[in-house]
């Protein structure tokens, strides 16, 4: 009686570990591939608030470099700076040397790399630094007025701390309730199995 009940113990125990090493890397490859679904929706929305906010400031930086209105420039950022402390904005002209820039901003390398593929390429950028794991996302904007002079160019520079933030919170919250469903999934288990295989066949073996 003593052996077969340590069968039917042991059979119910492969039974849930089998469910359970099943359920795990299947529960939690759904949890990766939302949390990467995650990565891109919030990517995607701070990279259009971002290029939204870098076309409002082209159209006011245009006009005021146009009218040769500097002052105007260091307006914008102040107001800018107020609206939105984490963007840092820097401002160029032809010959890509820097008009204007928000209070406490440093003109880095990629900077100033991107601002010249705007300016002398005409291309917009926008770059995420680094491409894996980003931490920063990075706009640049040619620049033209009415007259056709050479192009200078808007840079927006937006750190992603919050984004990634998020993204950790999420992530802990998608394991927390995976480890929470494969637990759930082996106590159900183990119950059924005792219940309906492993007490029934010890039953069977006793008699």
């Known amino acids: ?12 125990v492969r039974i849930t570990a089998v469910i359970a090493c099943a359920a795990a890397p299947l529960l939690g490859g759904g949890g990766y591939l939302l949390l990467q679904r995650e990565e891109r929706d919030l990517l995607r929305v701070a990279r259009s608030e971002t290029m939204l906010l870098a076309r409002s400031l082209q159209t006011a930086f245009e006009n005021a470099l146009r009218d040769r209105q ?15 402390p984490r963007v840092s904005v820097f401002v160029f002209d032809e010959r890509g040397q820097l008009v204007g820039a928000s209070a406490g901003a440093e003109v880095g390398a990629d900077c100033v790399r991107v601002e010249n ?7 917009t950028v926008a770059d995420l630094v680094p491409p ?12 033209r007025d009415e007259a056709r002079t050479p ?26 309730t995976v480890g929470a469903f494969v637990l759930g999934v082996a106590g159900l288990t183990w119950i059924l199995s005792r219940r309906y295989i492993a007490t029934p066949l010890q039953r069977l073996v006793e008699n």
């Open 151 to 176: 192009a200078s160019s808007v840079v927006l520079e937006r750190p992603l701390g919050e984004l990634r933030q998020d993204l950790r919170e999420t992530r802990n919250y998608i394991w927390r």
């Open 132 to 143: 894996k794991d980003p931490q920063m996302l990075r706009v640049a904007l040619r620049l």
């Open 70 to 84: 500097v002052e105007d420039v260091s307006e914008t950022l102040s107001a800018l700076a107020s609206a939105d």
């Open 1 to 12: 009686a003593g052996g077969a009940k340590l069968g039917a113990v042991r059979l119910s």
């Open 117 to 123: 593929l705007a300016r002398v390429r005409g291309q």
